[in-house]
């Protein structure tokens, strides 16, 4: 894919595919199908089902935060993962995934401690990092993982 050639972008409301030129990313494109705003500025709520549309079919890359409402340090981390989301899109799409509601899936990332962010590129996992991290340090890291 080139520099001008249409991105995939999968709808946080509806889940479908949008095709998006790079030229529209930054001027708030919205879903051909549900005509919400492709992106929010918040972290999307992934299940096992929008979990894998999003990572296999986006070309924008995918940063998961995995967690559980139980993890004290992953309620610390939500603002700043938050706030990073409002500085990263529309280049990056930050998720959260909730290990407890879908172990197979923590399972099979094999997350071992939360939080733990996991950048996908292209449904490839191409970076992690653990520990909970302040909004500079996850603005940073994921720029780092993403240009990689």
């Not at 999968?10 to 051909?32: F, I, K």
């Not at 939500?78 to 172990?103: G, I, M, S």
Request: overall charge positive; glycine content about 4%.
């Amino acid at each position: 894919m080139n520099d001008t050639s249409p991105q995939h972008i999968v709808c946080p409301h509806c889940h479908t595919t949008n095709r998006v030129r790079p030229e529209q990313l930054a001027s708030a494109p919205d879903c051909g199908k549900c005509h919400q705003p492709l992106f929010t500025g918040t972290p999307l709520a992934l299940d096992a089902e929008s979990f894998e549309r999003h990572a296999q079919r986006s070309h924008i890359p995918l940063v998961v935060d995995f967690w559980a409402p139980w993890c004290g340090p992953c309620r610390t981390m939500a603002p700043a993962f938050a706030q990073a989301a409002r500085e990263l899109e529309p280049l990056v799409r930050l998720a959260k995934l909730d290990t407890e509601a879908h172990q197979a899936l923590a399972a099979r990332y094999q997350i071992r401690s939360i939080p733990t962010m996991i950048v996908f590129k292209n449904g490839q996992e191409t970076a992690r990092i653990s520990g909970a991290l302040g909004a500079a340090d996850i603005a940073r890291w994921v720029r780092t993982a993403t240009t990689q």
